[in-house]
């Protein structure tokens, strides 16, 4: 790396920034992100950032609003303090599930988190594993989305290969799982799901035959873990010798650690593209495996205006 390409972080995921500069040879810019004691965000960076391209790691995971403000003010720092290029890094894209209208009135608040970012000035987005693709759609700025696919899968081949079978945990994530098990070669089953309202669902049914089988779940999110739990207790009725999860972004909201403790789940396998809470770190059931080599590797690709392709796996 030449001396005209920098990362920033706000307070969102620190960790995982540390992580992606240490695989790039560098350093975090040192900078001020902090709150006055009414709660605005303020930033000050202090070194010179004139002419650079700058990375700027901020997942827009919960408090989502804070750490969407924080994201929205760097990026306007970095613009005002004469930054070249700016890429928003997002290893997790906050307001991704209210990607559509889904009753009379209601917003669209994915796409009006992508006008926000690109009007605060970043000319290109980073991140991985949207929760509906066509969010790319929502940015008038290129957009590079990368998946955590070879990360998981060379766990599970190393941890999870034999007698398994990949679990879609509604319809929509039945393209996933396929993909998963496709690599993989063995089966998949999906779960018919109702969800009469956000947060709230119900196994209804399962489609294929999981019977003697290590059942792999496999989503995007994992929020509150009530989906993936009674998932868990519909695929051993069935005859599942165990369940294991694999989601790649670990929202974790509510009693969901306490649910997975309390659950029939083997192992939840996640990545660190949010930051775990303590709880979350000190439950034994979870796994946690960094995508920091993967976005690092896109981020020096960018920068050297190589072709990122070959990382959309």
Known sequence: MNNKFKIISGNANRPLAQKIAESLNTKLLTATVTRFSDGESWVEIEENVRGDDVFVIQPTNNPANENLMELLIIIDCLKRASANHITAVLPYYGYARQDR????????SSK??????????????????LHAGQIQGFFNIPVDHLFAKPVLIDYLKGQLQNNVIMIAPDAGGAERARSYAKILHCPMALIDKRRPRPNVNEVMNIIGDVSGMRAIIIDDIVDTAGTMVKAAEALLAKGATEVHACCIHPVFSGAAIQRINESPLKSVIVTDSIALRPEAVACEKIKVLSVAPLLAEAIRRIHQSESVSSLFV
């Not at 209208?101 to 669209?108: A, L, W």
């Open 101 to 108: 209208k889904t009753s009379p009135r209601t917003p669209i």
């Open 112 to 129: 009006l988190v992508a006008d926000l970012i690109t009007a605060a000035g970043a000319h290109r987005i980073l991140t991985m594993d």
